[in-house]
C-alpha cells in the first residue's frame, strides 16, 4: 500500500502544485461546504457523489487546524475511492473518526493525507531538530497520529525513522 499511496501522491503533488487541502479539492473539482450540523465530537466531515459532482462537507465546528486535516482526509477518499463512492448505495462515505487504522478505506486515506501534507525532507529535518516524536508534529504543523502515518509510510519505502507510538484509530474523537 505505501508505495502505490506514495506514488498517487507524488502524481497530484505534480499534477496540481500545492499541499493545501482546500486547494486540492478545488483542483480535482469538489464543492466544498462547511456545515454547523454535527456536535464538534461528532461527524467530521463526509464526501458524496451526486449526478457526478464531487461534494466534500467539513465539520464547521471544528478548529481550523481540525478543518484543514479533515478536508484533506475527504480529499484523499475522493481522489483514492471515487468508484467505491459511486458503487455505493448512497454514494457517500462519512468521517466520524478521522485516523482510523482499522479500515482499510480510512486507512489509505489518512496515509495519503499524511504523504500530502508533510514531505518526507521536512519530517527527516524536524526529527533532527526536536527534542521528540510529538515536539517534530508540533514542529511540522501536524497532529501525532497524523505523524505517526507519515513515519509509518516512511518506514515501508526503507528510510531508518523510528515510529514511537501505534496508529491511532480514535483520535479526534478522544479531544
Known sequence: MGNFIYSKVG???????TRNPYELLEAI??????S???PRDGLKGYCIILNRCAYAVI?????????RIAAGHEAAHLILHREQIMRSPVKALQDFNLYDSTVRVEREANSFLADFLVADEDVLEAMTAA???FAAARGLSVPAPLFAFKLYSMMQRGYQVRN?????????GRQ
Open 11 to 17: 502524481d497530484i503533488l505534480k499534477k496540481y502544485g
Open 29 to 34: 473539482g469538489a464543492v466544498t461546504r462547511l
Open 36 to 38: 454547523d450540523a454535527y
Open 59 to 67: 465539520n464547521g465546528k471544528l478548529c481550523e487546524a481540525d478543518r
Open 131 to 133: 527534542d521528540d516524536y
Open 164 to 172: 514511537p507510538v501505534e496508529l491511532e484509530s480514535r483520535f479526534l
